[in-house]
């Protein structure tokens, strides 16, 4: 089994930046494919960056460009990096470990909190 503790959410105004973090409790974490996932108010949660346990990324086209995933295998932590944030993006951000654009392989954290608002 797995837990995961999100961190980092907060109330940003637009354009602005913010760093998310995930500690996960999971055996042999550099083993797996890592996710964060996007909730918005009233909507499904969505996929919207990934990181292969061998450091590929992928990332929804909706924040491209904007929104950078990384790991550090030795603290068993998964990272957002979000910058130029839109309003649109307020949600709560989850991580988990990838089975498809709404779902993750282990039980879900509490997440993590983004308002983005001037």
């Known amino acids: 089994q797995a837990q995961f503790v999100e961190s980092g959410g907060g109330l940003v105004q637009p354009g602005g930046s913010l760093t998310l973090s995930c500690a996960a409790s999971?055996?042999?974490?550099?083993?797996?494919?890592m996710g964060w996932y996007q909730q918005a108010p009233g909507k499904q949660r969505e996929l919207v960056a990934r990181?292969?346990?061998?450091?590929?990324?992928n990332y929804a086209d909706s924040v491209k460009g904007r929104f950078a995933i990384s790991r550090d295998n030795a603290k068993n932590t998964v990272y957002l990096q979000m910058n130029s944030l839109k309003p649109e993006d307020t949600a709560v951000y989850y991580c988990?470990?990838?089975?498809?654009?709404?779902?993750?392989?282990?039980?879900w954290g509490q997440g993590t909190h983004v308002t983005v608002s001037s």
């Open positions: 990181m292969t346990a061998g450091g590929s990324t």
């Open positions: 999971i055996s042999d974490f550099w083993l797996y494919d």
């Open positions: 988990n470990t990838p089975l498809s654009t709404d779902g993750g392989r282990w039980t």
